[in-house]
């Protein structure tokens, strides 16, 4: 039978981050002392904001001895806040229940009572307990993949401190704010000037000024810097990296006194670094040794006495350390890669290793978007072009075209109609300079914009749906620049080089691949983090491309908090988030009993002993033990026209055991501090994409 009704009962929790407020399983008393209890939900598919599944529920009548044990089938509308671990769900509807054994009767009773233990329509739970659960069931779905450019970048390699500056081409000089004689470098990140009369430039950095006769070497710390300097720096505040040298966590790199060596390129660039000379420390159970004196991801593999390196997902290998490195496919990275003991230092490899787990996980995670409830007053960041107006280029493989002179990503259909994709909004307009309103919906010929357009980032931002006063909008990872592969791995950036927009100001492109910081932190359901090159107005302090530790977990920047009151149902760091302990007026209690009941794909409800075993709940009233796969026959028999699914088997419930206990773990860790789960092979995090960048 099917109904429609919104229950509370099955997924409260609070607003708050504390551990007891997602905890399962969740209990209601009716008015008349029915008590029901419903078990963690097992999800059968996230895709874009909807999410569907099924909970166990049992049902205990007031003087009855046990408990009438079913299976609700569930769909929901998620609105999801990575930062906090928290997804609510609301427009939840119940289409399928099954209670074997229970009458037509007593099935109304339970929903009515279902229906009367519930206040609100809107709830919360752990994101990490959904998403542990979510790759068990979609390990091996299909997501999009695209194909994407692995060519290696120049990778240096140091055993002294360094810091790697990089500029995006040639230097592009422009007159200094605040000192007549001096001329800065718009595209790059950091403050680099050079003095017009004796062409030295000069590079402000670890609190203090470095200078070179030449751009590409030489570089000492300024002993006497002209007064110029600090003239111009001052006259610019905050609109350049101060090139800290400090990691996602803010603590130095460097030790104290210890003067780096200053590395500049003038194309995307990265640099593996050791404590001195290289130091290898062999991996439990496999050929591999890593190199225990870097943060970066280095390995040797002692068969082959080759070299691996993973820089922003991708494997890259070489018999010396200083090259030539070529790009390693993953069907052909040695097998031993898979073996890296998930507890290992470097384990966070193994969410860029083709079929394990954790890169199963990461490509789960990499679907799952960041979601808004944003008003259709919402009005944008005015777009200011370059020169005045707007100059167009070609998307290529679309009639579309695009502003190039401009930080924001403005796209023309025809001469009439616009759209522009900010802070993962889209406004639509007549005119390229507006007036400018939030969109319902999006021409299906954008999402054909194809990763080798620098404009192939709008294509992760959607509308899912809209009211005359609010459209419900949200962006998968992807819009900071993560891909799914052929190979079936999650990368950073598309590995095409964008060329930048350099006129009277610099806009670049809005992310890199390699180099400026590029890279992310698989913090699985807390998202991927851009790294910020810098060259928009958002996220100072950056490291300048010095090497950070790879254990760094960086959740991304929620775009939608840059809204503000203008927009409701924000989820986000920041947003108007309720923070509430108790979500409606009900009685619900906070992890009633023990989470050891499971709904089955065939209807029946199982559960598993402290001993491990599992049993099935039969529909006289009892358990009986769900024989091993030695003990059943060959071949199940099942009446005629049963077109319900097999029953489950051991190997399937624990595995859905398995993933509860994973998710209950996380959800534990993010609410202590711990920060859940930590991946990604050492790409490093940070930042967020603003309005004004393209």
């Known amino acids: 039978m099917r109904f429609s009704l919104f229950i509370l009962i099955l997924f409260a929790g609070a607003a708050s981050a504390q551990a007891p407020d997602v905890a399962w399983p969740r209990e209601a008393k009716a008015p008349d002392g029915t008590s029901i209890t419903v078990y963690q939900p097992q999800v059968e598919r996230w895709a874009d904001n909807n999410l569907s599944g099924r909970a166990a529920v049992s049902v205990l009548a007031p003087g009855a001895k046990e408990p009438n044990y079913g299976v609700i089938e569930l769909t929901a509308r998620t609105e999801i806040d990575k930062s906090s671990d928290l997804v609510t769900l609301s427009a939840l509807r119940i289409t399928k229940t099954s209670f ?127 007064a110029a300097l600090e003239q111009a720096r001052a006259a ?80 890259f290998s070489a018999k010396a350390l200083t090259g030539p490195w070529s790009f390693v496919a993953g069907k052909s990275l040695p097998a031993d890669f898979a073996k890296i003991p998930p507890e290992h230092q470097m384990a966070d490899v193994l969410a860029s290793v083709s079929n394990t787990p954790q890169a199963n996980e990461a490509a789960i995670a990499n679907q799952i978007p960041q979601t808004a409830t944003v008003q259709r007053d919402v009005q944008p960041t005015p777009v200011a072009y370059d020169g005045g107006a707007p100059q167009w280029k070609p998307v290529d493989g679309t009639p579309l075209h695009y502003a190039y002179n401009t930080g924001v990503p403005v796209i023309q259909v025809d001469p009439k109609t616009y759209y522009m994709a900010q802070n993962g909004v889209w406004f639509a307009g007549t005119a390229p300079v507006g007036p400018w309103t939030v969109a319902a919906t999006v021409p299906s010929v954008i ?82 983090a851009m790294a910020g090159g810098w060259h928009g107005p958002c996220c100072y302090g950056g490291g300048g491309g010095v090497y950070v530790s790879h254990h760094n977990n960086v959740s991304i920047n929620n775009s939608y908090n ?11 760091p920041g947003g108007r988030t309720a923070s509430a302990t108790q979500v409606g007026n009900t009685t619900l209690a906070k992890g009633a009993g023990s989470n050891n009941v499971y709904a089955g794909r065939d ?91 393209r």
Do not use: C
Request: charged letters at 20%; hydrophobic letters at 30%.
């Open 100 to 226: 074997p054994g229970a009458s037509e009767q007593d099935v109304q009773k339970y929903v009515a009572a279902l229906r009367g233990a519930v206040k609100k329509d809107s709830w919360r739970l752990s994101a990490q307990a959904l998403q542990a659960n979510l790759a068990v069931v979609q390990a091996r779905s299909k997501q999009k993949t695209l194909p994407v450019k692995n060519d290696p970048p120049p990778i240096l390699f140091r055993t002294v401190p360094s810091m790697l500056v990089l500029v995006d081409g040639e230097p592009a000089l422009r007159p200094a704010k605040g000192a007549v004689s001096l001329w800065r470098a718009i595209n790059t990140s950091g403050l680099l000037l050079q003095d017009g009369a004796t062409k030295t430039w000069y590079l402000w950095a670890l609190d203090r000024w470095w200078e070179s006769k030449a751009l590409d070497s030489g570089w000492l710390v300024s002993a006497a810097p002209p």
């Open 447 to 528: 999402y054909t914009i194809p990763p080798s357009s620098p404009l192939h980032y709008v294509t992760y931002v959607r509308v899912y749906s809209s009211t005359p006063t609010t459209v419900f909008v949200g962006y998968t990872p992807g819009y900071y620049g993560t891909v799914l592969t052929t190979d079936g791995v999650v990368v950073y950036g598309t590995g095409y080089y964008y060329p930048p927009y350099i006129g009277a100001v610099y806009y670049g492109p809005p992310y890199y691949t390699y180099g400026y910081g590029a890279g992310f932190t698989v913090g699985f359901f807390f998202g991927f």
């Open 562 to 572: 840059r809204w503000g009151g203008k927009s409701t149902s924000v989820t986000g």
């Open 603 to 693: 209807g029946n409800v199982y559960r598993r002993d402290d001993s491990g075993s599992w049993q099935q709940h039969q529909k006289g009233g009892g358990w009986s033990d769900v024989q091993k796969p030695e003990q059943r026959p060959s071949a199940e028999t099942r009446p005629a026209g049963d077109s319900r699914p097999s029953r489950e088997n051991v190997q399937s419930l624990d595995r859905q055991a398995q993933s509860r206990d994973v998710g209950a773990q996380r959800a534990q860790d993010f609410r202590s501090g711990a920060g859940g789960y930590q991946g990604g092979g050492g790409m490093r995090g940070g930042g967020g994409r603003g309005g004004g960048r």
């Open 236 to 315: 610019l505040a905050k609109e350049f990296d101060p090139l800290e040298g400090k990691d996602a966590d803010g603590k130095p790199v460097f030790e104290a006194g210890v003067v780096p060596q200053i590395l500049v390129a003038t194309r995307p660039t990265e640099l593996l670094q050791s404590k001195g000379e290289p130091k290898f420390s062999p991996i439990p159970g496999t050929q591999l040794l890593f190199m225990s004196n870097s943060t970066n991801d280095i390995f040797m593999e002692l068969g082959t006495q080759t070299y691996y390196v993973l820089i922003s997902g991708r494997w």
